[in-house]
């Protein structure tokens, strides 16, 4: 027991000498655990467009085409309009519409296109139920089967027919969003080594920067300087007969450099004047 008694003061610091994942950081990042969005919501499943509002005079599937119905009166038309009629009839002039959008044929309701239509007409109708009632289960459960079912559909078109697949994407207002290759968590101790090294990342192209417009800013004066000796090392050599080692090509150059220099200075001053 008496060693046992020793050894625990040792335990102790040697566990608070390695524990440091509790340690603050020094550095002004602040980071907030992003919003995980349903699978049934439109930012996942693709649909750039809601359920479009459907009311008013507008008549049922069935009777849109009827002759008895436009020498009828008012009262008449409107007991076969969808504003005095429920939602689910509404829900089938919209699914009517967005099989006509991609259907081969007036009859056609049996290929991949009117089957991918009336998909995503279920789909947005059951995406506003959800937003107006979002604890009903059966209805998340049909939604998110709906929306696995048209992704295997778009993939399967994507490989087999790309235009027809592209097609069928401008059409209904889609955007494929594939299943990700691999799943890969979003911790804490990651993103903030991430934000850490933007964080570096950015001082030190501050700092560069600072660096690079405080050289500029010397430029001018050592060009000066540069030309004045030049000039006088050329002079001196001439005077006292001896190799000239610079030419009056490299004083040439210096000076286009110098006058560039300056130029661009003044085009520089007088569009900071103008903006101002």
Known sequence: MNTLNK??????????????????????????????????????????????????????????NSKELESADDTVKAMFSLEHNRRREMLENFKEEMVKRVQRHELDYGSIEAKLGLMTAQIRSLQEVMEKYPTQSAAKVHLKELIDKRKRFLRYLRRWDYRRFEYILEKLDLVYKPYPTHFHWITRKESL????????ENIKNTRLQSYRQSLESQQVDFLAKKLENLEFIRK?????????TVSSEQIQAVKKQYAELMEKRKQLEQKTHEEE
């Open 193 to 200: 080594q991430k934000l850490t090294d933007i964080y570096c």
């Open 7 to 64: 050894l625990k003061p040792l335990v102790s610091s040697v566990s608070l000498l390695s524990r440091n994942y509790a340690f603050k950081s020094d550095l002004k990042i602040k980071w907030v655990r992003p919003e995980k969005i349903p699978c049934y919501k439109p930012q996942k499943s693709g649909d750039l467009h809601p359920i479009r509002a459907v009311g008013g005079t507008e008549l049922l599937k069935d009777y849109q």
């Open 236 to 244: 001196e050599q001439t005077e006292c007969k001896v190799p000239i």
